[in-house]
Nanobody, 125 residues
Framework: QVQLVESGGGLVQAGGSLRLSCAAS????????MGWFRQAPGKEREFVGA????????YYADSVKGRFTISRDIAKNTMYLQMNSLKPEDTAVYYC??????????????????WGQGTQVTVSS
């Protein structure tokens, strides 16, 4: 059974940084796309970025490009989201997801099969 567990969320001032982790277990993810999404109160879940587990190719939403970086450690089966230059509008619950047949270019949450429980990120102004 696939499990995804996020960690690393918290409260940070605008301009600061946070690194989120997503520990994956239950299978090997060689052909998977692994993504990060976020959801702010009253808003729909939004694509942040994704990484192809094998090869490491990444793709980002325009709103985070140049500020956020996705990486993965295959040996630890863990994906990371390094968030720099954080803005109040980045405040949301952040979710990691795994999609067996998803392309990293897909921004649709329904293309992902497995989800973590989410971790709260709050950026104060």
């Amino acid at each position: 059974q696939v499990q995804l567990v996020e960690s690393g969320g918290g409260l940070v001032q605008a301009g600061g940084s946070l690194r989120l982790s997503c520990a994956a277990s239950g299978r090997t993810f060689g052909s998977y796309a692994m993504g990060w999404f976020r959801q702010a109160p009253g808003k729909e879940r939004e694509f942040v970025g994704a990484i192809k587990w094998s090869g490491g190719m990444t793709y980002y939403a325009d709103s985070v490009k140049g500020r956020f970086t996705i990486s993965r450690d295959i040996a630890k089966n863990t994906m990371y989201l390094q968030m720099n230059s954080l803005k109040p509008e980045d405040t949301a619950v952040y979710y990691c997801a795994a999609g067996r047949y998803a392309s990293i270019l897909t921004t649709k949450s329904y293309d992902y099969d497995y989800w973590g429980q989410g971790t709260q990120v709050t950026v104060s102004s």
